[in-house]
Each structure stands twice: as structure tokens, then as C-alpha cells.
């Protein structure tokens, strides 16, 4: 039982380049969130998947998209690479809210991203 | 103001102190309260859980919340070197499906 499966662990960017970060989970989850942690401003949400089919923006939409493939699996893509989306990427998922349990999410080891 | 506030730190106790850290939330929907660890370079796990008001301990970790003043607490006795990490308090968005974190407070237990 691996959890929250997050690829790649690295990633090294020019500016203007794409890239796609994969997620996977196996605890079979229906929610599956995107977050970019930086130095002060805690975990943002990017977007979230409340269910196999959906998907919507969260607090930092603008420069990425995301895909959700099946229920394991949500992807992430920035379509062009700016340098200030250097940060670290975090992959999470959760049973389905409003559940209590629904509030409490896992989450992946992180992706850390840098564009220059 | 931020739906949930916390006093990002950094704290250094000895080794054995009681470490309080704390956190603020503004709106009283979802009385549900979660503490997540994050250790250096790794993802957050979740801690504690708990509900409305009152205290839940679970060994050496007690989280507290006063619903009157808005005021959530996490309590860490005879603290250890190992329980250096940031510690981030959470509850659930008032629209009812996210969930908001605090900033997180970076915890160094000295040995």
C-alpha cells in the first residue's frame, strides 16, 4: 500500500518549457488535490478533483491545468514554465467531503520545481 | 483576515518541554479540527483530529479547541529532538467541500 505516489521527485525547467506532474493514489479516494508549498505562504490549492470526472480551479489556477485521469490517478501541467512557479508541488487525496474523514487528506512526497 | 491564522515561528524548546503551538480560525462553520506534521523536505501527514470543543489526547499529543474564542492548541509533552518538524493546523473551508491550512509553525526540539 504505497498511498500518495507523486512523479518526479526533481524536475529542472526552463522558462517558456512544459512539463507534466503525475499523482497516483491506492487508498481509493475520490477526491484528489493539487497544493504548491512556498516559504511563508503555507499550502495553496492549485485545483482539486472532487470526483472520477470533475475537476475546479482553487485559490493559484492561473499557468497550470490538470486532467483526471481515472480515480488513481490526477495529473498536473504547466503549459509554459515561469520562474515563479519554482516551488514544491504536493499531490493529495481524501474519502469524499462533507464526511468528517473527507477533510483529512493525504499526501504525496512532493515534486520540487525549479525554472530559471 | 485568513479563515485559519497560525504564528509560523520558528519555536526552539529543550528536549522534555511542553511546546503549545497554536492557531486562530475566523468562521465557526465545520467544527472540525486537524493538526498535520511536516517533516523537513517530506509531504504533511495528517496528526490529530478532533471535533467541536473539548481535549483529545493521543500519547504525548494533546489537541485542544476553545470554540468561544476561536482558538485551536496543540500540546506536545516531554517533546523529543524527533518532534522537530512544522506542525499545521486545518479545518474545513466555509463552503464546506476544501480544506484551509495555516501557515505552519516550524518546531526545533534541542537535544
Known amino acids: 500500500n504505497a498511498g500518495v505516489t507523486q512523479t518526479p521527485k526533481f524536475q529542472v525547467l526552463k522558462t517558456g518549457q512544459s512539463m507534466t506532474l503525475q499523482c497516483a493514489q491506492d487508498?481509493?479516494?475520490?477526491?484528489m488535490y493539487w497544493y504548491r508549498q512556498d516559504p511563508g505562504m503555507g499550502l495553496r490549492l492549485i485545483y482539486y478533483?472532487?470526483?472520477?470526472?470533475?475537476?475546479d480551479k482553487g485559490e493559484v489556477p492561473n499557468g497550470y491545468n490538470v486532467s483526471r485521469l481515472n480515480k488513481r490517478e490526477f495529473s498536473l501541467r504547466l503549459e509554459s514554465a515561469a520562474p515563479s512557479q519554482t516551488s514544491v508541488y504536493f499531490c493529495?487525496?481524501?474519502?469524499?467531503?462533507?464526511?468528517?474523514?473527507?477533510?483529512?487528506?493525504?499526501f504525496g512526497p512532493g515534486t520540487r520545481l525549479t525554472v530559471t | 483576515q485568513k479563515e485559519v491564522e497560525q504564528d509560523p515561528g520558528p519555536l526552539s524548546v529543550p528536549e522534555g518541554a511542553i511546546v503549545s503551538l497554536n492557531c486562530t480560525y475566523s468562521?465557526?462553520?465545520?467544527?472540525?479540527f486537524m493538526w498535520y506534521r511536516q517533516y523537513s523536505r517530506k509531504g504533511p501527514e495528517l496528526l490529530m483530529y478532533?471535533?467541536?470543543?473539548g481535549n483529545k489526547e493521543d500519547g504525548r499529543f494533546t489537541a485542544q479547541v476553545d470554540k468561544s474564542s476561536k482558538y485551536i492548541s496543540l500540546f506536545i509533552r516531554d517533546s523529543q529532538p524527533s518532534d522537530s518538524a512544522t506542525y499545521l493546523c486545518?479545518?474545513?473551508?466555509?463552503?464546506?467541500?476544501?480544506?484551509?491550512f495555516g501557515a505552519g509553525t516550524r518546531l526545533f526540539v534541542k537535544a
Open positions: 493529495a487525496s481524501s474519502e469524499a467531503p462533507p464526511t468528517s474523514r473527507g477533510y483529512e487528506q493525504y
Open positions: 487508498m481509493n479516494h475520490n477526491s
Open positions: 478533483s472532487a470526483s472520477e470526472g470533475t475537476t
Open positions: 468562521n465557526s462553520a465545520f467544527q472540525y
Open positions: 478532533t471535533y467541536s470543543s
Open positions: 486545518a479545518k474545513p473551508h466555509t463552503g464546506g467541500f476544501k480544506t484551509i
